[in-house]
């Protein structure tokens, strides 16, 4: 090997190194998913939530929150109770979209999915976020990082896919596809857009699925150049909260996803969930 190309490796290996330590900072956030606590729905009856202050229910597409006199709630900073009681009302937050509250160290992810209404607590004393050991991963492997090229559909399609949690499905928008080469492979993904400006996610599953990656879904985030071009780099794969916590409702790929290749780089089956691929 060349001086020249294990140097490349090693830059290759260290940049990868630095994004996985920084991904891992990221996951074990605070108030990040491994901080909730429950995974509360939303209905016309009025009831109090566990680790949640206030009664919640929600009717025509808005939540309303009725607190008692001796009860916190903030938003942005604001305290929303008035000292004696107070009634919210919350307006219709967007699909996949939601808003952060507060009360004392809880931060109450309030949002919707699947068209309903959800609430989720986080607090930083959450056993999975205290107990968490960091996710094991494929050392990095340049093999796994691939040129492709993005090519859109005429129009964006609606792709609906199920859910982790049972009863509920996405419907995403669809620009186009991911085609690349791989293992001697002429292959596809479907890409949705992602969370941002220009950048697109795959979920997808691979033949590692089950085995020694988590079997539901794994998500990669790519940026395609002007001209389509754009680098799959699998190395950088990622585990979604739903490899975590069953308090999650994450996506599940698109059927074309599921890869007839097995795809040995990226994040593994988390600790959590070694027992029960």
């Keep these: 090997m060349s001086t020249h190309t294990e140097t490349a490796l090693e830059s290759f290996d260290a940049d990868w190194q630095e994004w996985h330590t920084a991904h891992e900072r990221q996951r ?7 901080a909730v606590t429950h995974l509360h729905w939303l209905d016309s009856s009025a009831r109090r939530l566990d680790d949640v202050p206030g009664t919640w229910s929600a009717v025509d597409d808005a939540v309303r929150i009725v607190l008692e006199a001796s009860e916190s709630l903030q938003r942005d900073g604001r305290e929303l109770n008035t000292g004696s009681g107070a009634t919210i009302e919350l307006g219709s937050i967007e699909e996949r979209g939601g808003i952060n509250l507060a009360s004392s160290d809880t931060v109450i992810e309030v949002a919707k999915r699947g068209g309903e209404y959800i609430v989720r607590p986080r607090n930083p004393e959450n056993a999975l976020l205290r107990e968490y050991q960091g996710t094991p991963a494929y050392s ?5 990082a691939v040129r492709g090229t993005f090519v ?5 399609r609606p792709t609906t896919v199920g859910a982790a949690v049972e009863g509920i499905q996405h419907v995403y928008e669809a620009p ?6 791989l293992a001697g492979r002429e292959l596809a993904l479907t890409a949705f857009n992602g ?3 220009g950048s697109l996610s795959v979920l997808f599953t691979d033949q590692t699925s089950g085995k020694t990656t988590y079997a539901a879904n794994r998500s990669l985030s790519v940026v395609p150049a002007a001209d389509g071009s754009v ?4 190395n950088r794969a990622v585990n979604l909260p739903c490899a975590y916590t069953d308090l999650a409702t994450c996506p599940l790929p698109p059927a074309e996803n599921r890869l007839p290749v097995a795809i040995e780089a990226g994040e593994k089956i988390p600790y959590e969930r070694q027992d029960r691929k």
Excluded: Q, T, W
């Design 28 to 34: 074990a956030h605070p108030h990040g998913f491994l």
């Design 140 to 144: 990095p492997d340049a093999a796994y």
């Design 152 to 156: 859109p559909f005429e129009a964006p």
């Design 176 to 181: 186009g596809e991911i085609r690349f080469k």
């Design 195 to 197: 969370h941002a400006p």
């Design 231 to 234: 680098e799959l780099d699998f």
